[in-house]
Each structure stands twice: as structure tokens, then as C-alpha cells.
């Protein structure tokens, strides 16, 4: 009967649920709703009442929070802004016999935060039927009991208040007894003796009524036993007993001692005590004991839990006669619970480039104590980039306080510490790990404002120059540094076919091989790019320096090459020691010390005749020409350079020591080849059958000879000056001792019936040494001129030549 009477009574709490009971100051809302609701049931729709757009409570994270309970009670439902159950409210477990119940929760909004306070009134509901404590009460009475007597009998108890807790009872009809019920006890009266003869035991059925509807009641047997001693029954020093008991009170802590007195003397004086009904709670929290009243701690107390008990404490003599006194006992808040933080909202990662002030998360400080001891004050750890900022009641804003940079610090580990205003003060801490997202805001750094790389010529291609650093100090993408070069040319060639360089790593290898002797120097342009969105870059000069290498053997250029002309030199047998009979001219491609030349006699005819200048290459006599010398002199000269290894060259020089050119055979078909004196005899034998012919020509070579100085002559089966055109293409430029540098004067002479060209050395600028800055010249219309046609007159017999310059 009870549960269909509450079913019909549901639908007149869920239209009362439905309606906003009233709006404080503050914005608040307050709703009332019956206990019991079913889940999902609708409270009321929240965010009409309050204004909200529906649209934006999901992206503002709406969200109803409870406080101080561990269950959660509400929820919100996004879509239709309607406050919903998401758990079963008993107000019996949530308030006990308190008159008014209210569950507060808060419905949080973010970005702005906003924070709404919701009061639930839980309305008792009659869902409990009074309930005595025993089913069956045993009672004593002796036959003596006057009419009136009374006898007390234990409450029932209703969980429910007000009207839906017990309002009356009813004794079933009966010839001896009646009740008696009052604000604080109910009582057997007795309105006839009892006469243990008629009836020695008497069944007594008492039915206890709340004023719920539909109405609920409970029952118990009084079963009496009619005796014929003990008329008192026990009486409490007080009605009520009041008692304040700290939380967390050890166990066997003595709460309070109840007393209680027996008129009757002996057995029937004696008093014991027990507890009256209590909850299955407050039965493993204390205990009475039944010979002194004392009533002790034996379970945990927790004021956040159960700040009040009540429980009544029953007084009973030995054969059965009892009184009842309630015991009222108040829990006293201590300061117990450490405040908790709860980390609503986080924005991680964090970009680096936020401005100050930023909200990146929201913190909720709860503390389950009261008064001063759930007092909260909330604060960060310093030297951090962030601050809490107060916002509505327990919560707090975590807000930046400067820029950030994640090249300096990627990762914070913030301490958010909340401790309260109890004595001693509780705190508590919780670390929130924020990271710091990377913005391309970094170019790469070269390690080095330029580089240099040295290379020796004739490398291989492929071969590793130098190797290039750039640094990124932002992460992943951003810091991903490609290495490239820039366009450009080289000589005239573009610079990709000189170099490469890995995009990856930033080494520099050559692609073809380098020649000291074509360039010694360039300088390339390297740039450093990252992966980021839009890219940074940074460039670099890489020098590059070509060393040589002893890769260029000396080339004689005077006396020719074998094989292009025969040259021999005249030499006075009245030459003395140490006149110069002509130099060995040559260069070296090479640079530096690879260029330095020195010049040897390896083989000559007569070892101590001649001597040559180590560096000047000058041939001269060592000693006075004498008779026995041979006419014909052949000089081996190798010409070597200063490099490792070191390269050489050789050349044959042919000395005729002669003052008259009737002695001299004829020169034109003469072989360099010292070895062919096969020929050399038929041009003997050749000279010897025309020496007629040629007799009235050396007189007047002779003639002409002694009429002017006497000095050494060359004769020329070809050209003896060495025009630009001879020369090697790369000498122009050439540095370095060895070259061809001296400065010559020569006297041209011309025969009158042949193409031969008679030299002769005017002077020498320097005997053992070639000057820096000077090497042999003429110019093709002088060499045109000295050897033009050999029959014009003697009137241009002599014409005197200047070869100076470093450039042939």
C-alpha cells in the first residue's frame, strides 16, 4: 500500500521540481525536488532560467560540479540546457532528521568563466514506515501494579520527518491495558489490575502511524508477563542527554554516562543499560556499557560524514521493568582534511608566442572541513611565467605573466600549493607539467661567420672539402636545417660544377678536379634553411684556396727543344776563366718552392772547362781556354725544381771553341745528337772540298771581326730569339724563382751569303741570380728584322736588341 500510495504522489513532486524556486542576488537558482527521483529525471531547464544561449554551452565546456559530496548527483544535459539526475538522492542518507536538506552544486562555464551557485531542497518523500526496534517486547509486570501504572515502551523510529514521520499510535483493544502517548514517550497504563490467576500472559499488539500519504505504519507484540514482585521500573537521571565529541576521537574515547535509578530494592533494583534503536552506522560507532552507562567510541568519526547522532539509551531492572532517555551527541569539526585541487581546464601545449595574460587553465580548491578550517588560501611556486588569479568563490585562473620561449624553457612543472586557515594549517600541492609548442621564430645560425677550405690541386672528385654547421634552436620541423648552395659562377661556369654540398649534413665535396695553375681561389655561397612555415634562412662564405702540388716539370726554353733547331755557341779561345758563353733559360708552371730552379752539369766533354750558376743558369769558364782543349764541347744541363718529389728537365748545349770561321765546319745539317758522328764527318769532309769557296769569306769575316771588339758570338741555324708566341700559355702569370726573369742585351749580326744570324751577349744584368721582375722579350717585327733575308747588304750589319719584361 505504501509504495503504489508514493507512486501517486511522484507526479505532484516532479511538477513541483520543475519550478525555479527563486533567484537570489548573485544569480543563483534554487529547485525543489522530491528524494527518490528517478535518473535522468528532469530538474528544471537551467539555462533558460538563467539565460544561457544553447549554443554555446558545449563549446564552453558547461559542467555541473557537487560540492562537498562524493557522488554526482546532477548533470546537465547540453542539447536541451535541462538540469538532470545522474544518481538516486535518499534525503534520509544525505540529511538525516535535519528539517531542511539542500545539495548545492555549481554549474561551471568557461571562456569567460562563469559560475553559477544551484541550491536542490530535497523534499522528504514517506518511502519509510515506522519501525520499532524489537518485534517482540517482553515485559514483566508484577500482579501488584496498581491502576495507572505505567510502563514505558521504546519509539518507533521513522526515518522520514515532519508529517511523514510517526504522528500517532494504536494499542490493540484490550481489557487491561491502554496508552498513553506524549512528545517524548509512549506508555502502557494500566486501567485494570492484573490478576495472574485469570491470566498469566497477555498479548499486546501496538501499531505505530506516520501522517504520510498514503500513510505507513509498523508493529510490535507486547507479550506480558504477569508476575507478583517489582513494581518500579528504573528512571533516568535526565530525559536528554547532550554530549560534543571531536572528530576523529580514538576508539574506547568515553563519550558520556548515563544513569539511572531504581526504587526497588535487591534483584529488583538492579539496572542495566543497552542502546535503544540506533543505525546500522551508529551501532559500529559506539557501545554502552550495560553495568555503568558509559558510552564509548568504538568506530571511526568523521564529521564530514555525521556532524550529529541521536539515539535513545534504554534502562531496564531485572524482571523487565524499563524507562528511556535520548542521547544527543555533537561532532566537532577538526581540522582533518588537507584541501584538495582539482585541475578543471588546460590548455597543453602552450604556443610560445601567447601573449601575457593568457588563461591556460582553470583550478578548483575544495576543502571538506568547516568554518576556518575550510578556509583556502591558493599559491604558485615562483620564478615561473604564471600566476593564479582569483575568480568566483574556490576557483582560480592560471594565467601567463610574461613572454614565453621555448628555445629557453620547453617544459614547466608548475607547484600550485592551497593551504588552509586551520590550526595547525593543512596544505596540499598537485604539480601541473605544461609544455611550451615551437614557433618557426629561429633562422639557422652558422657556427662560423665564414669558412675556409684548402684544397690540393688535382684532387679526386667527390673528395670532402669542409664541412659546414648551422644551428636551429627550434624543434622538429622548424629546427630541420637543409643546407644548399646559392647560385653563382666560378670562371664563368656555374658553381654547382665546382661544388656540392649535402642538404643533409652540410659537407662540401669537390665535383671535378682543381688546377692551381688555372686559379687558386673562389668563394662559394651556402645557405641554411629549415622545414618551418614560412622557412627561415641564413647564408655563409666558404672560401676556398687551391694549394699546389709539384705537378709541372721545368721547361728549358733555351736552348730549343730537341728537334726544333740546332743551336751551337762560339767561344774565343782566348776566353778567360769566368766569361759568360750563354744561359740555360727556363720556367716552372709550378708556384712557390715547386718553382724554384736549380741548374747542374750532368755530362760535358771536359769536366773542369765549364761551370754553370746553380739559380742563374749562366754558363762560364772556369779557367782560360787552352790549346788542348777540344774544339767541340758538349754540355748535359738538367734543370731541377726545389718541389717533393722533385722534377727535372735536360738539355744539350754544343760549344765550339773557334776565333776564326774558316775553322768552323758548316753548321746548317749539324744533329743535336751527340752520338751522330757519322754525319758529322760528311759535313767535315763537305766543308773540307769547299774550304776554297769559302776562304775569301772568312777573311772577310775576320777582317770585319778584328776591326771591331772582340766578344763571344752564337750562331743560329734558325730563330735564336724567342718570341711571345714559344712560350707556354700559362707563364705569363708565373711566380717564383726559376722563371725566366734576366735581362739580356744582344748584338745582331748579319752574314752576307747565308741565313746564319751571328748573336753576341753585350752585358749581364746579374751574373748568378734573375730578377723579379724581368725575363726575356722580343717582339716579332725585331725578330723579323734580325732575321729577315739573309742576302741584304752589309750596311745593316749591326743592330743591337733589348729583351727585358717578365712577360714573353
Known amino acids: 500500500?505504501?509504495?503504489?500510495?508514493?507512486?501517486?504522489?511522484?507526479?505532484?513532486?516532479?511538477?513541483?521540481?520543475f519550478i525555479v524556486a527563486l533567484h537570489f542576488v548573485n544569480g543563483d537558482l534554487s529547485y525543489s525536488i522530491p528524494e527518490e527521483m528517478k535518473r535522468q529525471s528532469v530538474v528544471g531547464n537551467i539555462a533558460k532560467d538563467l539565460g544561457l544561449d544553447l549554443r554555446t554551452l558545449s563549446s564552453r565546456n558547461a559542467r555541473v560540479d557537487s560540492e562537498g559530496t562524493r557522488k554526482r548527483y546532477c548533470d546537465m544535459n547540453l542539447s536541451t540546457g535541462d538540469l538532470v539526475t545522474s544518481e538516486r538522492m535518499d534525503r534520509e542518507s544525505l540529511c538525516g532528521k535535519k528539517p531542511s536538506c539542500v545539495v548545492k552544486v555549481d554549474l561551471v562555464l568557461e571562456n569567460p568563466l562563469e559560475l553559477h551557485r544551484v541550491s536542490l531542497h530535497v523534499q522528504d518523500v514517506n518511502d519509510n514506515s515506522p519501525k520499532f526496534k524489537k518485534h517482540l517486547i517482553e515485559m514483566e509486570i508484577g500482579e501488584s501494579a496498581g491502576k495507572g501504572y505505567r510502563f514505558s515502551i521504546e519509539e518507533a523510529h521513522d526515518a522520514d520527518i515532519g508529517q511523514n514521520a510517526v504522528q500517532r499510535y494504536s494499542l490493540q483493544k484490550n481489557e487491561n491495558f491502554i496508552l498513553a502517548v506524549d512528545s517524548n514517550k509512549v506508555e502502557l497504563v494500566l486501567e485494570n489490575t492484573l490478576d495472574r490467576e485469570k491470566q498469566q500472559e497477555i498479548n499486546l499488539l501496538l501499531t505505530a502511524?506516520?501522517?504520510?500519504?498514503?500513510?505507513?505504519?509498523?508493529?510490535?507484540?507486547?507479550?506480558?508477563?504477569?508476575?507478583?514482585?517489582?513494581?518500579?521500573?528504573?528512571?533516568?537521571?535526565?530525559?536528554?542527554?547532550?554530549?560534543?565529541l571531536p572528530e576523529n576521537s580514538p576508539p574506547d574515547t568515553i563519550v558520556i554516562n548515563v544513569s539511572a535509578t531504581d526504587a526497588d530494592e535487591g534483584v529488583n533494583g538492579d539496572v542495566t543499560y543497552e542502546l535503544g534503536h540506533v543505525s546500522d552506522d551508529d551501532v559500529n560507532t559506539f557501545s554502552i556499557d550495560s553495568k555503568t552507562g558509559e558510552i564509548r567510541v568504538t568506530g571511526a568519526v568523521d564529521f564530514e560524514d555525521i556532524s550529529t547522532f541521536e539515539m535513545s539509551v534504554e534502562a531496564k531492572d531485572s524482571l523487565g521493568l524499563s524507562s528511556y532517555a535520548k542521547v544527543i551527541i555533537d561532532v566537532t569539526d577538526m581540522?582533518?582534511?588537507?584541501?584538495?585541487?582539482?585541475?578543471?581546464?588546460?590548455?597543453?601545449?602552450?604556443?610560445?608566442?601567447?601573449?601575457?595574460?593568457?588563461?591556460?587553465?582553470?583550478?578548483n580548491?575544495?576543502?571538506?572541513?568547516?568554518?576556518?578550517?575550510?578556509?583556502?588560501?591558493?599559491?604558485?611556486?615562483?620564478?615561473?611565467?604564471?600566476?593564479?588569479?582569483?575568480?568566483?568563490?574556490?576557483?582560480?585562473?592560471?594565467?601567463?605573466?610574461?613572454q614565453l620561449d621555448r628555445e629557453l624553457v620547453s617544459d614547466y612543472n608548475i607547484t600550485i600549493t592551497a593551504t588552509d586557515e586551520g590550526s595547525p594549517p593543512l596544505s596540499?600541492?598537485?604539480?601541473?607539467?605544461?609544455?611550451?609548442?615551437?614557433?618557426?621564430?629561429?633562422?639557422?645560425?652558422?657556427?662560423?661567420?665564414?669558412?675556409?677550405?684548402?684544397?690540393?690541386?688535382?684532387?679526386?672528385?667527390?673528395?670532402?672539402?669542409?664541412?659546414?654547421?648551422?644551428?636551429?634552436?627550434?624543434?622538429?620541423?622548424?629546427?630541420?636545417?637543409?643546407?644548399?648552395?646559392?647560385?653563382?659562377?666560378?670562371?664563368?661556369?656555374?658553381?654547382?660544377?665546382?661544388?656540392?654540398?649535402?642538404?643533409?649534413?652540410?659537407?662540401?665535396?669537390?665535383?671535378?678536379?682543381?688546377?692551381?695553375e688555372q686559379f687558386r681561389s673562389f668563394k662559394v655561397h651556402v645557405m641554411a634553411r629549415d622545414n618551418g612555415s614560412p622557412p627561415l634562412s641564413s647564408n655563409v662564405t666558404v672560401s676556398v684556396f687551391i694549394s699546389d702540388v709539384n705537378d709541372n716539370s721545368p721547361q728549358i726554353l733555351y736552348p730549343a727543344p730537341e728537334g726544333k733547331s740546332f743551336m751551337t755557341e762560339l767561344v774565343p779561345k782566348a776566353a778567360h776563366g769566368g766569361s759568360l758563353v750563354s744561359k740555360v733559360i727556363a720556367v716552372d708552371a709550378d708556384s712557390g718552392q715547386n718553382a724554384w730552379l736549380s741548374y747542374h752539369i750532368v755530362k760535358s766533354t771536359d769536366p773542369g772547362l765549364f761551370t754553370i750558376g746553380l739559380h742563374s743558369g749562366e754558363i762560364r769558364t772556369q779557367r782560360d781556354i787552352s790549346e788542348s782543349d777540344s774544339m767541340k764541347q758538349n754540355l748535359v744541363v738538367s734543370v731541377k725544381d726545389n718541389g717533393q718529389p722533385s722534377l727535372s728537365a735536360t738539355c744539350s748545349m754544343y760549344l765550339l771553341i773557334s776565333d776564326n770561321l774558316a775553322e768552323v765546319p758548316e753548321l746548317k745539317d749539324i744533329s743535336y745528337d751527340e752520338?751522330?758522328?757519322?754525319?758529322?764527318?760528311?759535313?767535315?769532309?763537305?766543308?773540307?772540298?769547299?774550304?776554297?769557296?769559302?776562304?775569301?769569306?772568312?777573311?772577310?769575316?775576320?777582317?770585319?771581326?778584328?776591326?771591331?771588339?772582340?766578344?763571344?758570338?752564337?750562331?743560329?741555324?734558325?730563330?735564336?730569339?724567342?718570341?711571345?708566341?714559344?712560350?707556354?700559355?700559362?707563364?705569363?702569370?708565373?711566380?717564383?724563382?726559376?722563371?725566366?726573369?734576366?735581362?739580356?742585351?744582344?748584338?745582331?749580326?748579319?752574314?752576307?751569303?747565308?741565313?746564319?744570324?751571328?748573336?753576341?751577349?753585350?752585358?749581364?744584368?746579374?751574373?748568378?741570380?734573375?730578377?723579379?721582375?724581368?725575363?726575356l722579350r722580343k717582339s716579332p717585327s725585331d725578330f723579323a728584322e734580325v732575321f729577315g733575308d739573309c742576302d741584304s747588304s752589309p750596311e745593316q750589319s749591326e743592330k743591337t736588341y733589348s729583351f727585358t719584361d717578365d712577360k714573353v
Open 1 to 17: 500500500m505504501g509504495d503504489k500510495g508514493f507512486s501517486a504522489l511522484r507526479p505532484i513532486f516532479c511538477f513541483a521540481s
Open 209 to 244: 502511524l506516520d501522517g504520510g500519504s498514503p500513510q505507513r505504519s509498523g508493529t510490535v507484540v507486547i507479550h506480558v508477563t504477569v508476575l507478583d514482585a517489582n513494581d518500579n521500573a528504573p528512571v533516568f537521571s535526565q530525559a536528554v542527554y547532550k554530549a560534543s
Open 335 to 363: 581540522n582533518d582534511n588537507a584541501p584538495v585541487i582539482y585541475l578543471k581546464s588546460l590548455t597543453n601545449p602552450i604556443p610560445e608566442d601567447v601573449s601575457p595574460g593568457a588563461e591556460v587553465g582553470i583550478i
Open 365 to 402: 580548491v575544495q576543502d571538506r572541513d568547516s568554518e576556518n578550517n575550510g578556509q583556502v588560501r591558493c599559491s604558485i611556486q615562483q620564478n615561473v611565467p604564471f600566476k593564479l588569479v582569483p575568480s568566483i568563490k574556490n576557483y582560480y585562473s592560471l594565467v601567463t605573466t610574461g
Open 428 to 516: 596540499s600541492s598537485k604539480t601541473v607539467q605544461l609544455s611550451v609548442a615551437d614557433i618557426n621564430d629561429n633562422p639557422p645560425v652558422f657556427e662560423e661567420q665564414s669558412y675556409s677550405a684548402h684544397v690540393t690541386e688535382n684532387n679526386k672528385p667527390g673528395s670532402t672539402l669542409c664541412s659546414v654547421t648551422a644551428r636551429d634552436p627550434d624543434w622538429r620541423q622548424n629546427g630541420t636545417v637543409i643546407y644548399s648552395l646559392l647560385p653563382g659562377e666560378v670562371n664563368g661556369a656555374p658553381v654547382s660544377s665546382y661544388l656540392s654540398v649535402n642538404g643533409d649534413t652540410g659537407v662540401m665535396h669537390a665535383v671535378r678536379t682543381f688546377d692551381y
Open 675 to 775: 752520338k751522330n758522328s757519322k754525319l758529322t764527318s760528311y759535313l767535315i769532309i763537305a766543308l773540307v772540298s769547299v774550304s776554297t769557296f769559302f776562304l775569301t769569306f772568312i777573311i772577310i769575316i775576320l777582317g770585319v771581326r778584328f776591326c771591331r771588339r772582340r766578344k763571344p758570338r752564337l750562331l743560329f741555324d734558325g730563330a735564336v730569339a724567342i718570341p711571345s708566341a714559344y712560350l707556354p700559355p700559362n707563364y705569363a702569370d708565373v711566380d717564383g724563382t726559376g722563371t725566366l726573369r734576366s735581362a739580356y742585351n744582344y748584338d745582331a749580326y748579319l752574314t752576307t751569303g747565308s741565313r746564319t744570324s751571328d748573336f753576341k751577349f753585350v752585358s749581364s744584368s746579374n751574373d748568378n741570380t734573375l730578377p723579379a721582375d724581368q725575363t
